[in-house]
């Protein structure tokens, strides 16, 4: 529908009903009806000052940078939360004196208490103070008092700390901290020229998403203890890339100088982190350069030794040639897509193998087939947007907050809009608190029947258009889950998401990187695939495996068994596997081990050839989100001497007389060529739910900030963890006191208790935080029966 | 005055009329200043008492009615220490959300309390008077407004004790112990 409006330029045009016409500077616009000033002047190129507006914050109108003239209205208005009205005249300060009087002394008012310390300041150079003062400031300042001081700085967690005399209260952080972390630890306090940003004295603004705050502060009153006093602005050189910690997909900003990489900022991506990302993002990547792999190393006389390149790629090449044909490959779940692309084509050519997989986790043949069958080279069937919009998001098996941060936000931020929020698990955390969500409690292990008995209010929000199931990647570890999940969303018609945790997952998956399964979801044994991926690979098709290999735990059990000739590991932390202990005799048992890896580790302490590769700074490549969306990077150093996996593999490949292109770009061209996948598919998986163990069961998952080796070497970021905790129903918590011992196969730990909105007979611990390593310490996995005694020694 | 206290009366009455309701100024003082509505709207002089307390006649005289608590002080009292006093109480109501208030008053409040030690400027006198420009009707409620209003109407007609205050403090100028009052009030 439109409507013919007289005031607009020119009166014969027709507007759209959901448009006005307005008139800013003298020029005529049409913008959507509810536009701020501040964004329609922005559309024209017109920069109003402004400190408390940000685009993805309620407007607050505080800081009153941005006054405004409006035809009509006596008073000057504040452009970030003036609405535009259909016939508004507006006058920024480039038309109107009453503007321009009034940012002027709004500016002399912010300078006024203001240290002016920009020289030994970290955000002098970058600072919406420093330009905006220099843009509309007086040149001089007219007050002769006595300026506000604060002690300095205050921690506001051991990561964020605050100089109160910087700051001008514009409060985005503490906005921030409420309406998008959902965690308002931060607040203004005091009043008048006494106000200032603090937190209660017992509760540090520990969020997960605290470094945001660093990032949006207009002034330099928020610093990160890992960056303050580091560098200035104006010495980075910065590069657009892709945080590699999840697999959220977050578009990042790395900043380095001189070779080092100072700071990472979470760059602007409308369609996918907006303008935020994650702590650990943000400052976990001490890892890429402490502790690296420096030289190749060959075992010699059972001893590891420094080699040379040509020296360690010929006995690679050497051994992996002799055990053609029966070498297992674990890709990790942190390649790109290019590297998995490398060693699944690898795998089926130079080695003549299917047996290969990239999940570092428990995995089960059931989820082999919900991945090779609804995922892989599968087009993007729900993207953050869509969450935003949909009636409800189901979540099986997934802790967003703790397991994919920004998919967190973004349904946090749809909840806030109206989009419910069920979680099938074990636990109501804190996370799903904050999406106003509710909790239809399952036993680990008995998810699939939760979802088969599931309510009907449930189902009736599931039946509408829009509707998301989203499952994570411990859904493997109980059995009829993922066939529970796709016979909802067949029964519903809801649209299923698979969110893995690692950034390399969904990217592995697709370029093949697990057995049965070829570039872009071919299943290997269909023959129209194998002529496609044969031809795309310069090979015959009967070179190619003829059979499905195997994955998950068969492989590392043939491997320890003494099945496979080699193993070829890249980027694996055994401790990762849901059993370490069989991964750990797996390579043991191998009698050849090559191990492609940046840091040391398990494996390439029992590695035969040890080939250094790079980390994400030293190669380009792409990450598939957990949407599927291709989530580029480019190389951050370009003179690294570091070469990517790829190239890597390129060598021991041409040394083994096999061709493979080692460039990033050549393979994303060969990628390309093989288009995506329009025939066969696998069937689903139709696995039935296990029987209900008796007694006290774990449920776990990874918190966000925990063990992982990523995050080693940030003090200040594993000062903001969680404590480990073990969390249990209140009757159980009553029973056992403050303190609990729980017992598995192999070990037990012992941790305090608290209460909390757990399942009955269900006991929740951290899977890998400091002090309580489940895989390893108890030999246990969510869902397993464990003993739970009262006391003992934390 | 003698008897403070709550009076109705109609529309247009003049402050001299509402004075004689409340028993006169304590010991038959002259009237120096007045406010018809609170220390937000604008001060008048002795010269104004009898003008009808109308909306329109107010605005005339470019104040308002406001609350309808007027306030009279006699010539015992320094418009300087009154106006730091209302200054020093604006600052302290502030909350603090927004620029001009939580930054103006915190200024004037500063400068008018160095004024009051006798240690103004000229230069600062005229800056004030800006300042007061650069809250009024740019802060997020009306308490900003409301600071903005005294300085301005006390230097349109009492410049001079500003002006001494550059030099001289104010209670040397004006004896404090003058304007207290130990007795005489009646009850209420």
Redesign the interface.
């Known amino acids: 529908m439109t409507v013919t409006s007289n005031s607009g330029p020119g009166s014969d045009v027709e507007i759209p009903s959901d448009m006005i016409s307005v008139v800013i500077d003298g020029v005529d616009m049409m913008v959507p009806k509810g536009t701020l000033v501040i964004r329609a002047a922005e559309q024209l190129g017109i920069e109003i000052p402004r400190f408390c507006d940000h685009p993805l914050l309620d407007p607050v109108a505080a800081c009153r940078a941005c006054l405004i003239e409006v035809e009509g209205m006596p008073k000057p208005q504040p452009a970030c939360a003036q609405v535009l009205n259909d016939g508004m005249n507006v006058k920024t300060q480039y038309a109107s004196e009453v503007a321009r009087l009034a940012q002027e002394g709004v500016m002399e008012f912010l300078l006024l208490n203001h240290p002016l310390d920009c020289p030994v300041c970290d955000k002098g150079g970058e600072c919406p103070l420093q330009n905006q003062a220099m843009s509309v400031g007086r040149p001089e300042s007219r007050f002769d008092g006595e300026k506000r001081e604060f002690e300095k700085p205050i921690n506001v967690s051991a990561q964020v700390l605050l100089d109160r005399e910087r700051c001008v209260s514009c409060a985005r952080c503490t906005r921030f901290a409420e309406q998008i972390a959902g965690d308002p630890m931060i607040e203004l306090l005091e009043r008048g020229s006494k106000q200032q940003v603090g937190t209660a004295s017992d509760e540090p603004f520990d969020s997960y998403f605290s470094g945001n705050t660093v990032q949006i502060c207009p002034v330099g009153a928020l610093t990160s203890a890992s960056y303050r006093f580091r560098s200035r602005p104006f010495d980075l050189v910065s590069v657009p890339t892709t945080c590699e910690h999840c697999a959220s997909g977050c578009s990042l900003r790395t900043d380095y100088r001189r070779g080092v990489v100072t700071r990472r900022l979470a760059w602007d991506d409308p369609e996918v982190n907006e303008e935020w990302n994650c702590d650990k993002g943000r400052f976990a990547f001490a890892y890429q350069r402490n502790g690296r792999i420096e030289h190749p190393m060959i075992r010699e006389n059972g001893e590891l030794r420094v080699a040379s390149w040509p020296e360690a790629i010929d006995a690679a090449a050497r051994g992996l040639a002799a055990a053609r044909g029966s070498v297992g490959v674990l890709v990790g779940g942190r390649s790109t897509i290019e590297d998995a692309y490398a060693y699944s084509r690898f795998a089926r050519t130079a080695l003549a193998s299917d047996d290969i997989d990239f999940r570092v986790r428990e995995t089960s043949d059931e989820e082999t087939a919900f991945l090779a069958s609804s995922v892989a080279g599968a087009p993007v069937s729900v993207s953050y947007d869509e969450l935003e919009s949909a009636p409800v998001v189901l979540l099986v098996d997934l802790e967003p907050e703790d397991e994919s941060p920004i998919v967190f936000l973004r349904l946090r931020k749809a909840s806030r809009r109206g989009t419910s929020v069920i979680s099938v698990g074990a636990v109501a955390s804190t996370g799903l608190g904050k999406m106003a969500g509710r909790l239809v409690p399952a036993r680990p292990g008995q998810e699939a029947r939760a979802l088969r008995e599931l309510d009907d209010d449930a189902r009736t929000l599931l039946a509408q258009p829009g509707a998301v199931i989203m499952v994570g990647e411990r859904a493997a570890g109980s059995a009829g889950t993922l066939t529970a999940v796709l016979e909802l969303a067949q029964s519903t018609g809801a649209v299923v998401a698979w969110v893995p945790r690692r950034a390399g997952e969904r990217g592995a998956l697709d370029a093949g990187a697990l057995a049965g399964l070829l570039p872009g979801g071919r299943p290997l044994e269909d023959p129209q695939a194998r002529e496609q991926v044969a031809a795309a690979w310069g090979v015959e098709v009967t070179d190619l495996p003829a059979v499905n290999g195997r994955s998950g735990s068969a492989l590392l059990e043939a491997v320890r068994d003494g099945e496979l000739a080699a193993l070829l590991v890249a980027g694996v932390e055994l401790a990762d596997y849901s059993d370490p202990t069989l991964a750990l005799a797996a390579v043991d048992n191998a009698p050849f081990v090559v191990s492609l890896e940046n840091h040391h580790s398990e494996v390439t302490e029992r590695a035969d050839v040890v080939l250094p590769v790079a980390v994400v700074t030293e190669k380009a490549g792409t990450f598939l989100d957990w949407e599927g969306r291709p989530r580029p990077f480019g190389q951050v150093f370009r003179d690294a001497l570091t070469m990517s996996d790829a190239k890597v593999l390129s060598m021991v490949a041409e040394a083994m007389g096999a061709s493979l292109p080692g460039d990033v770009r050549a393979i994303r061209v060969e990628m390309g060529s093989l288009g995506p996948w329009s025939g066969h598919r696998f069937a689903a998986p139709n696995a039935q739910p296990g029987d209900r163990s008796d007694g006290v069961v774990l449920a776990s998952w990874r918190l966000l900030l925990d063990s992982g080796l990523m995050q080693d070497g940030e003090p200040h970021l594993a000062a903001t963890a969680r404590p480990t905790v073990a969390v249990a129903a209140a009757t159980m918590a009553a029973a056992l006191g403050e303190t609990v011992t729980i017992s598995g196969p192999s070990g037990s730990v012992t941790l305090p208790l608290e209460k909390g909105e757990v399942a009955e007979g269900v006991v929740w611990v951290p899977m890998n935080s400091p002090g309580c390593h489940i895989h390893r310490d108890l030999g246990a996995v969510p869902g397993s029966s464990v003993q739970v005694s009262a006391g003992g020694v934390a | 005055m003698n008897r403070p206290g709550i009076y109705e009366a109609p529309l247009g009455i003049t402050m001299r009329e509402l004075l004689d309701y409340a028993g006169g100024m304590i010991d038959g003082r002259p009237v120096k200043f007045w406010l018809p509505g609170g220390s937000s709207v604008p001060m008048l002089t002795a010269e104004h008492l009898d003008l009808p307390m109308t909306y329109e006649a107010m605005a005339e005289a470019g104040t308002m009615l406001g609350t309808g608590t007027p306030m009279i002080f006699n010539d015992t009292v320094s418009v300087v220490k009154a106006v730091t006093r209302w200054l020093e109480f604006y ?10 208030c ?6 004037i409040t ?2 008018l309390e ?1 004024f009051q030690e006798g240690h103004g ?1 000229d ?2 006198m005229e ?1 004030l008077v800006d300042l007061c ?2 809250i009024a ?4 409620c009306a308490l900003g407004d409301a600071a903005a209003t005294p300085y301005p109407a006390a230097m349109k007609y009492f410049r001079d004790e500003f002006v001494a205050a550059t030099t001289t403090p104010v209670d040397d100028s004006f004896d404090p112990a003058a304007s207290y009052v130990f007795s005489g009030v009646a009850a209420r």
């Open positions: 600052k302290h109501e502030s909350c603090g959300k927004c620029t001009p939580r930054e103006g008053t915190y200024w500063g400068t160095r400027t230069r600062e800056t420009g650069q009707g740019r802060s997020f």
